[in-house]
């Protein structure tokens, strides 16, 4: 039986502040690297530590006249899953959402964004990259 192989569209935001987009088919949050498929067809390996995080996105471009809710005020709490999660980034940038499975000793976490019209699906955080964690009713503050 054949497996079909499903590609996710991401955009890579570096500890250095650069910025790659592309596709990958291999990333997976316990492995210390995987394959960025670029837009002009380059394939090119990357080391998940070198990273802050993996934005998996509905688009590339986005849309830059919207400005993503900070908080959870946008939370239709009948759909809302997870723990409530704010993290703040050595860059001092700050993402709320859900996540499923924060573990400080991991290398990294998911977080669902709390605004549901943003334009990430899901973020892969890396936890190197972190400053701050608050979950629950600490995230709201």
């Known amino acids: 039986m054949e497996q079909k192989v499903e590609s ?8 250095n ?3 790659a987009k592309g596709l990958t088919y291999d990333f997976v949050p316990e492995k210390p690297k995987f394959h960025l498929i ?6 090119e390996e990357i080391q998940t530590e070198s990273l802050k995080a ?14 993503e809710v900070k908080g959870f005020s946008k939370v239709d709490p009948v759909t809302f899953r997870g723990m ?21 000793t ?17 973020i892969y955080v890396v936890a190197s990259a972190v400053k ?10």
């Open 38 to 43: 670029h837009q002009d067809g380059r394939i």
């Open 17 to 19: 502040g650069t910025i």
């Open 84 to 104: 409530k999660i704010k993290v703040t980034f050595l860059d001092n940038e700050i993402i709320y959402g859900a996540t499923m499975g924060y573990n400080k």
């Open 132 to 141: 701050d964690v608050k979950l629950g009713s600490q995230a709201e503050t």
């Open 106 to 122: 991991r290398k990294g976490f998911f977080i669902f964004p709390a605004d549901p019209d943003s334009n990430n699906i899901r």
């Open 8 to 15: 996710n569209r991401v955009v890579l935001h570096y500890k």
């Open 54 to 67: 993996v934005f998996f996105v509905k688009t590339y471009e986005g849309n830059k006249d919207y400005h």
